[in-house]
């Protein structure tokens, strides 16, 4: 009777989308974040292939950070915080400034023994990389590096020195938003290569034989209207988030903030949170788990 109890309750756990504590699930291999910046859920949705969306573990209402910018919100993504925490309010950096100074995914993991790399097409969000908490940190400028050509550097970049953690930063939608307004035909159109993008990540775990080994996670900074964001605007704050990889597929029951992406990564490798951290992890770990 007791057995029986104990399954109920931890089926009722995985529909609700929580995750199993990490001492409970084998370490996995990789963990990769892909943030599209300026990617709007209902946006993402409407391209979305249903032979894709059958592999995630999903959530078209995640939430973002106020002001929900590209600094604060990926302060929040990276760091486990919000920004009454983290106080990254700003939109801007240059090296003088210094950087960010909190625990991050990438300090935890290194600190960890573990490797981290990120790609950004954005400059500014080097902020993140403090020397000594990654492996490599790289500026691919964009849009020399639109989402497929940077998401393919960051592969060979994979392949080559395997990293434990891999961020990739792809402004494309973010440009379009601003340049024509979110949602326009331009929008729409960085829009509609975003699966493609998510195909290449995907095809190369299947090729190093560690799709089951993985976490990948698609998310965004923020949303938009118009041809702008920053406010508390549902089409601002409101983000996608979805998981491929060693999850459970289907919707995610829970509510997700940005924050819980850094927790999920953490948990993924088998790490600890940091007790100061408001995000908690997501998602069931794997099938095979």
Do not use: C
């Not at 760091?79 to 939109?91: E, Q």
């Not at 459970?248 to 927790?263: F, H, K, L, N, W």
């Amino acid at each position: 009777m007791r057995r029986s109890v104990i399954l109920v309750v931890l089926a009722a756990l995985l529909t609700a989308g929580v995750a199993p504590s990490a001492a409970q699930s084998r370490p996995l291999r990789y963990v990769i974040i892909m943030s599209f910046d300026g990617l709007r859920p209902d946006a993402l949705r409407q391209v979305m292939p249903a032979g894709l969306l059958v592999r995630a573990a999903y959530s078209w209402d995640a939430k973002t950070t106020l002001p929900s910018s590209t600094m604060p919100s990926h302060a929040s993504m990276l760091s486990g915080v919000g920004p009454d925490v983290h106080t990254v309010r700003f939109n801007d950096w240059r090296p003088s400034r210094g950087y960010f100074r909190l625990a991050t995914i990438f300090s935890v993991t290194t600190a960890s023994g573990k490797t981290s790399a990120a790609f950004v097409t954005k400059s500014k969000l080097l902020f993140f990389t403090r020397p000594g908490t990654v492996a490599h940190a790289e500026h691919l400028q964009f849009p020399a590096y639109d989402q497929t050509a940077a998401t393919r550097a960051a592969m060979r970049y994979l392949t080559r020195a395997q990293p434990h953690l891999l961020f990739i930063h792809l402004a494309d939608p973010d440009d379009a938003g601003h340049a024509h307004g979110w949602m326009s035909a331009p929008y729409m159109a960085a829009v509609r290569k975003v699966p493609d993008t998510i195909g290449i990540v995907l095809d190369v775990l299947n090729r190093m034989l560690a799709n089951d080994q993985s976490l990948v996670i698609v998310t965004a900074d923020h949303g938009g209207h118009r041809r702008t964001h920053g406010t508390a605007d549902p089409q601002d704050v409101t983000i996608p988030w979805l998981a491929f990889g060693a999850v459970e597929p289907g919707p995610v029951r829970r509510t997700i903030m940005t924050y819980d992406t850094a927790a999920t990564a953490l948990a993924a490798l088998g790490l600890s949170i940091p007790a100061s951290w408001r995000g908690t992890s997501i998602l069931p770990l794997g099938r095979n788990r």
